[in-house]
């Protein structure tokens, strides 16, 4: 994504959001999600993807994002993306 594509404003509000809604739940990385990750990146940008995709596919929750690769990849390893 470009960021001249983005509205920092509303991005701002809208993770804001996310984050003090109720339903929202933070978790932490695990060794396993680590080592998912390093088996599937081809290069160091991929790797936060991967631990990304890796928590989304652990806790079976549907992943939020606006990133289209993202949500390509979660799709491709069966993660329930939007």
Do not use: H, Q
């Not at 932490?28 to 936060?48: E, M, Q, V």
Request: aromatic share 8%; proline share 1%; charged share 35%.
């Amino acid at each position: 994504m470009k960021d001249e594509d983005i509205n920092l404003s509303v991005t701002k509000d809208k993770v804001i959001g996310y984050l003090t809604n109720e339903k929202t739940e933070i978790v932490p990385d695990t060794a396993d999600g680590s080592l998912f990750s390093l088996d599937r990146i081809k290069s160091y940008s991929d790797y936060n993807d991967y631990i990304i995709l890796a928590a989304a596919k652990r806790l079976d929750k549907l992943l939020l994002t606006f990133d289209r690769r993202l949500r390509a990849a979660a799709l491709r390893l069966g993660i329930k993306a939007t």
